[in-house]
């Protein structure tokens, strides 16, 4: 989330946060692979930014079986939000074979996304755990404009989910990259910020490095999975449970199919 559909939700967001009802952190218990159906396993760490506040983040690795590729697509939150509401397609990913690492911005603050820094934490987990040269960033809304930031020549693609952009930082950043660009946006809306993230898709010389696809009917919340009443609280999407299901089913797995073709060759050794 970005742009707030009433400005005074900024306030209480900003109460929520302080009274502990919104956690930018929380267990993994939720995270944990369910038996008999998830093929992954869990770890969970905790780092310190560059701008010295302290992190979770947490490495879903599918089982060796399932493995398609060492690509890790490390996945960013939205505006005020974290890593649990990325499990569902952090999960996914996982069981198609796909490592996934989620994080949570210990930068952001009501008034302030600090998208540079989010990008930078983006950046240091993929050094830490030695995939920069091997890596798609990612994100829903705020983080998938830390996504773009994050990307260098060497990133195998950027996956941007309804992306806001700001102040046109993702903008200027993509104007400078030829690192493939692929993205789903939904309806526009005051918590897409009237989709202006389209303009980095559209900017581009090279229109083949970016792929954009419309989710017809898709709110912004519907993007990032789970979601919650405050997302929808502050962005109005009034769509029914079964429809919201449907349509997050939906993004997931065009999502898988977006990124499969931007995954490394598994590599595998010959005994003998």
Sequence with gaps: MCRLKNPLLICILAALIASGCLTLGGGSSRAQPRAEI???????QVAVSSSGCHYRYRLY??????????TNVILGHGFLRDQNNLIDMARALANHGIPVVT????NMRPWNGHHQENAVDMQDIAKKIGVDNDVIYAGFSAGALAAVLAANEQTRAILALDLVDQKNLGLNAINQLNTP????????????ADGRGDALFSARENTSLSTLT???GAS????????????ELACGDDDSAAVSAATRNSI??????SIVPFLSPL?????G
């Design 267 to 271: 590599h595998t050794s010959v005994d």
């Design 61 to 70: 690795s599918p089982s060796p079986a399932r493995v398609k590729s060492q």
């Design 214 to 216: 419309h989710q017809k």
């Design 252 to 257: 997931i797995q065009q999502t898988i199919k």
């Design 181 to 192: 660009l692929i993205g789903l946006a939904g309806d526009n809306s005051s918590c897409n």
């Design 38 to 44: 998830d093929q992954y396993t869990l770890s969970e």
């Design 103 to 106: 994080l949570n911005f210990c």
């Design 220 to 231: 912004h919340c519907e993007f990032e999975s789970p979601s919650d009443w405050l997302c």
